[in-house]
C-alpha cells in the first residue's frame, strides 16, 4: 500500500495540484494555505508536478489575501465613520519604522493534458495587486491629524511608494523527469497582459512647520505613473520548479515563481519640490498687481505638476522563491515544513522569510491540514486547509478550500492578515 505522502499526492496530482504550498494566496501574500495548493492551480506554483498529472483535467478557483505591517487586522477592520482622535491615537500607537500593506485577489482556471507523452497545460488568470509602504509614522500621522500637531518638529521619510496593478496571464507549461521518473521538472511560460496601473515610486520628503504656524518649508521628489484610459501595458514571465519523490517516506521541492515584468504604455511624472511658503495676506488678494495670489499660484505648481515627463514605465511582478519538505508518519499522517522568500520591492514577504511547518491527517476521502508559521509582513499566523477527492474509475472530482490566517481568531489582536481561497477540479485517466 502507498504510504500517506503517496497517496495524498497521487490525488491531488489527478486533480493538478501538489502536496506543498498553496497556489493562489502564495503568488500574492507568501503565506498562503499550506499543504494544498488550489486544485489546479498548483500545478502554476509548482510547475514539476505537471509531469505525474492525470492523463487530462479542467479546474478554477478563486483568492483573496490582505496582510498589515504592524496593525492588527481586526483594529483596521473595526474603523468606521469619522475618526475620533482616540481611534487615531491608538491606531498611531501601532506603527513602527516599516509599515506595509499587501491586498492581492484573483482567480484562475485553466486544464492539462498529453500529446503523446509530453504533457502540457494552459491556464488563464486575471489578478489584482495593492501595495503601501512608509517608513515613519508621521507618514500617516500628517493625514489622520494634520500638520499643525507637528508644529517646530522636522519629519522626514525616504521609505514610501504605493503600486496599484492589475492584470491577466495566459500560460503555458510543460514537464518532464530524471532518475527514473524520481526529480521530475516543471517549466511554465506566460504572456501578461496589463490593464490597470497606477504608481508612486521614491517619494520622499521633508517638512517643517514654523512652531508659530506661520511658515511651511517642504523639500520631496516622487516619480509617478498614471495609465491613461484605454492603455495597458505587455510583459513575461516563467515559473519553473523541481519535485523529488524517492520510494521512501520522504519528498521535497522548490521553485520560482512569478519572475516577471509588465511594460506599460502611458506617462511617467517625474516632480522635484523645494519651496518656503508664508502664506498670503487676504487684503491683499483684489491689489493691483495680486502679487501673494501669484505666490499662491506658483506653489500650487509645484506641488500639482512635474516639472518633466516621458513615456514608458515597468513594473515586475512579486515573484516568490519556495521550498519545502515532507515526511510520512505511518499510514495516515505526514508533516512537512518549509521557507519562503520574496523577490522585489512589491514582495509578499517583505524582507523577512515565512518559514512554516504543517501536520497533514487523512480522514477517509478527506485530508485535513493545520499549519502555523512566522515572519513575512503578517508575522506569527496559524492556518487550517482541507481537500477531499471522489473518484469513480479513471474519473476524479476535486474540491478544496483553505483558512490562512485564523490568528486572529484565536487569540484577538494578534492576527495581521486573512487569506482564504477554494476551487475544483475534474480529472481523468493516469
Known amino acids: 500500500m502507498m504510504n500517506l505522502t503517496k497517496r495524498i499526492c497521487a490525488q491531488l496530482l489527478s486533480a493538478g495540484i501538489c502536496l506543498g504550498l498553496s497556489a493562489g494566496l502564495q503568488a500574492q501574500t507568501g503565506t498562503g494555505a499550506l499543504i494544498f495548493g488550489t486544485p489546479g492551480a498548483g500545478l502554476r506554483y509548482q510547475p514539476a508536478l505537471l509531469h505525474a498529472a492525470g492523463a487530462y483535467g479542467i479546474w478554477t478557483s478563486g483568492m483573496y489575501a490582505a496582510a498589515l505591517q504592524p496593525v492588527p487586522l481586526g483594529e483596521l477592520l473595526s474603523l468606521e465613520g469619522v475618526l475620533e482622535t482616540a481611534d487615531k491615537d491608538r491606531l498611531m500607537g501601532y506603527l513602527g519604522g516599516e509599515n506595509r500593506l499587501h491586498i492581492g485577489q484573483g482567480w484562475s482556471a485553466g486544464g492539462w493534458g498529453r500529446i503523446g507523452r509530453v504533457p502540457l497545460s494552459l491556464d488563464f488568470s486575471r489578478m489584482q495587486l495593492t501595495s503601501l509602504r512608509f517608513g515613519a509614522p508621521h507618514t500617516l500621522g500628517l493625514v489622520l491629524y494634520g500638520n499643525a500637531r507637528y508644529a517646530g518638529q522636522t519629519l522626514e521619510d525616504a521609505e514610501m511608494h504605493l503600486l496599484r496593478q492589475a492584470w491577466n496571464e495566459i500560460a503555458a507549461g510543460t514537464a518532464g523527469a530524471a532518475d527514473s521518473g524520481r ?46 484610459e484605454g492603455q495597458g501595458g505587455t510583459g513575461a514571465g516563467i515559473d519553473a520548479g523541481l519535485h523529488w519523490n524517492p520510494d521512501g517516506p520522504w519528498q521535497a521541492g522548490i521553485s520560482a515563481t512569478d519572475l516577471g515584468f509588465i511594460r506599460w504604455r502611458g506617462t511617467v511624472y517625474d516632480n522635484e519640490v523645494d519651496l518656503s511658503y508664508a502664506g498670503f495676506d487676504a487684503a491683499e488678494l483684489f491689489a493691483d498687481g495680486f502679487p501673494d495670489g501669484e505666490e499662491l499660484s506658483d506653489t500650487l505648481r509645484m506641488l500639482l505638476y512635474p516639472d518633466s515627463m516621458a513615456g514608458g514605465y515597468r513594473t515586475v511582478l512579486p515573484g516568490l522563491v519556495q521550498a519545502q519538505i515532507g515526511y510520512e508518519l505511518g499510514e495516515r499522517a505526514a508533516v512537512q515544513a518549509g521557507i519562503i522568500q520574496g523577490l522585489g520591492r512589491y514582495s509578499a514577504t517583505g524582507a523577512r522569510p515565512v518559514v512554516w511547518a504543517a501536520y497533514v491527517r487523512q480522514l477517509g476521502p478527506v485530508q485535513l491540514a493545520a499549519h502555523a ?12 486547509a482541507g481537500q477531499g477527492n471522489i473518484r469513480i474509475g479513471a474519473y476524479g ?19 495581521r492578515g486573512l487569506a482564504v481561497q477554494g476551487g475544483i477540479a475534474f480529472a481523468a485517466g493516469k
Open 183 to 228: 526529480l521530475a521538472w516543471g517549466l511554465r511560460a506566460k504572456v501578461l497582459i496589463g490593464t490597470q496601473a497606477d504608481s508612486w515610486e521614491s517619494v520622499s520628503y521633508s517638512l517643517l512647520t514654523a512652531a508659530d504656524g506661520r511658515q511651511i518649508d517642504l523639500r520631496g521628489a516622487y516619480t509617478r505613473f498614471r495609465l491613461p
Open 397 to 415: 472530482l476535486t474540491w478544496f478550500a483553505s483558512a490562512d490566517q485564523v490568528l486572529g481568531g484565536v487569540l484577538p489582536g494578534r492576527g
Open 373 to 384: 508559521g512566522a515572519g513575512g509582513i503578517d508575522g506569527l499566523r496559524l492556518g487550517l
